[in-house]
C-alpha cells in the first residue's frame, strides 16, 4: 500500500517547499501531489501557484517521493505541450514524475476567460489528448489527425527516462470519463463509488481486450486526525459549511481519532483501493501529517 499528500489547501511558495522537503525527509510517504487550478480551494483571493511550474521547483528540492498532479485539467495546455512539460520534470526529477489529468472543471477558473467548451467535448477532448501525449512519449514523428488535435511528424528529445513513458492517472466518474481510464490509464482516481467505477471500467476493458488488473486504483479523503470526538464534530461542521458538501460525505473521510482514521483507512482497502492520497482543507497542517505518517500508515506496511 503506498501513500500520498496531496496540497488542495492555498499555500504560499516558502511553505510549500517547506513542505515537500518535510515530508521527503520525515515521513513516510510514498508521494506529493497538487491540484491543479487557476483559483484556490477556498476564498478567492488566497494564493495559488500554477502546479506544474511549482513541481518543477519541488523536483530540485527532493529525491525520493514520486511526484504528480491530481489532475492536471485537459483545457489549460495544448497536449504537445503538456508533454513536454512532463518529460522535462521527468528528467529533473530523475524519474519520479506521474502525469495525472482529467477533462478539466471550469468552476471559477472561468474567470480567466478559459474556454473549458461543452461537457461531451471536454470529455472527446481528453481522450484526444491522452492519444497524443502517448504518442510523442512513444513515436518517432508520429502523425495523428483527430477533430481536435494533430501531429504533423513532430521531433521530439529528449525521450522520457520512465518507460516506456512516465505512468498517467485519470481521473473522473461519468461513464465517458470511465471508458478513457480503461483505454489508457495506469492509475485512476474514480469521481465516483468505486465498486461502480470498477465494476464499469472492468466492462469497458473486457470490450476493448485489455486487462483490467493493469489499473491501479487510488482513493483517500480529506484528513482530519485528533483525538478529542468534540474537537472532529466541530470540524465536521465547519467542512459542511466552507465547502458545501454534506455531514455523511466529510464522515466518510479520513476524520476523527487514530483508530477511527485506520479504519477508515481499512475499508478503503478492503474496497479494492491500490494507493491512497490524503489532503487537508483548509489549510495544510504538518503536525497532523507527521502523525498521520508515524501512527497510521505503518499499519498497512
Known amino acids: 500500500m503506498k501513500f500520498g499528500y496531496c496540497v ?21 510517504f510514498d508521494s506529493l501531489w497538487i491540484a491543479d487550478s487557476l483559483v484556490p480551494n477556498g ?7 500554477e ?33 513536454k512539460i512532463v518529460t522535462t520534470i521527468d528528467h529533473v526529477s530523475g524519474g519520479r514524475i506521474t502525469l495525472g489529468i482529467g477533462a478539466g472543471w471550469p468552476g471559477q ?11 461531451r467535448e471536454r470529455l472527446e477532448r481528453l481522450d484526444e489528448a491522452i492519444q497524443v501525449i502517448k504518442l510523442l512519449w512513444t ?20 525521450q522520457n527516462v520512465q518507460q516506456p513513458h512516465p505512468p498517467i492517472l485519470i481521473g473522473g466518474g461519468s461513464d465517458a470519463a470511465l471508458r478513457v481510464i480503461a ?20 466492462a469497458y476493458c473486457r470490450e476493448i481486450g485489455r486487462d483490467p488488473g493493469e489499473i491501479r486504483w ?4 480529506s484528513l482530519f486526525l485528533h483525538d478529542d470526538p468534540q474537537v472532529k464534530e466541530q470540524a465536521i461542521k465547519v467542512a459542511v459549511q466552507q465547502y458545501g ?29 491500490d494507493e491512497i492520497y490524503v489532503f487537508q482543507l483548509s489549510r495544510v497542517h504538518i503536525k497532523s501529517l507527521l502523525r498521520f505518517s508515524e501512527e497510521v500508515i505503518p499499519a498497512f506496511a
Open 8 to 28: 488542495e489547501a492555498p499555500i504560499e511558495w516558502p511553505d510549500l517547499l517547506a513542505l515537500a522537503i518535510e515530508l521527503e525527509r520525515n515521513s513516510r
Open 43 to 49: 476564498p478567492l483571493d488566497d494564493p495559488k501557484l
Open 51 to 83: 502546479t506544474w511550474t511549482a513541481l518543477a521547483a519541488i523536483a530540485q528540492a527532493t529525491s525520493r517521493l514520486r511526484l504528480g498532479t491530481l489532475v492536471s485539467g485537459n483545457a489549460f495546455r495544448h497536449p504537445a505541450l503538456l508533454a
Open 109 to 119: 477558473n472561468r474567470r480567466f476567460g478559459i474556454d473549458f467548451w461543452p461537457r
Open 139 to 158: 513515436a518517432e514523428h508520429p502523425n495523428f489527425d483527430g477533430r481536435y488535435y494533430q501531429l504533423h511528424e513532430p521531433p521530439y528529445r529528449p
Open 183 to 202: 483505454k489508457y490509464a495506469d492509475l485512476a482516481s474514480p469521481m465516483v463509488a468505486l465498486p461502480e467505477a470498477k465494476s464499469k471500467v472492468a
Open 218 to 221: 487510488t482513493g483517500g479523503g
Open 245 to 273: 458538501t454534506s455531514e455523511e460525505e466529510v464522515r466518510k473521510s479520513l476524520f476523527g481519532s487514530v483508530e477511527e482514521v485506520r479504519n477508515g483507512v481499512q475499508r478503503q482497502i478492503d474496497e479494492g483501493v
